[in-house]
């Protein structure tokens, strides 16, 4: 079975900064497209960042300047690193994997993890 598992939400004031992490856990050959989402309330989950199945970076207009995200293909894991944080970025941030391939020959279309709560306030 393969996981994917988050970490590094928090609370923490406005201008300042958080990493997020994502691993992938389990006998995994591949992955095609890993990124972030996000969700605040009321509102629907939208895109934060991505690699594409290209290796190329996508980011929410939102985001652009603010966020970076980096991934470890030899490891499975992707990163968003947050800096300038607003209040308007709180939400609940989830890990996304797309195509994943496993050793054991099953292929997942699509993965979440359970997401990690990230609180921009004074």
């Known amino acids: 079975q393969v996981q994917l598992v988050e970490s590094g939400g928090g609370l923490v004031q406005p201008g300042g900064s958080l990493r997020l992490s994502c691993a992938a856990s389990?006998?995994?050959?591949?992955?095609?497209?890993m990124g972030w989402y996000r969700q605040a309330p009321g509102k629907e989950r939208e895109l934060v960042a991505k690699f594409t199945s290209r290796g190329r970076k996508n980011y929410a207009d939102s985001v652009k300047g603010r966020f970076t995200i980096s991934r470890d293909n030899a490891k499975n894991t992707v990163s968003l690193q947050m800096d300038s944080l607003k209040p308007e970025d709180t939400a609940l941030y989830y890990c996304?994997?797309?195509?994943?391939?496993?050793?054991?020959?099953?292929?997942?279309?699509?993965?979440w993890g359970q997401g990690t709560l990230v609180t921009v306030s004074s």
């Open positions: 996304n994997a797309v195509r994943v391939s496993t050793t054991w020959g099953y292929r997942y279309l699509e993965l």
């Open positions: 389990g006998s995994i050959r591949s992955i095609d497209i």
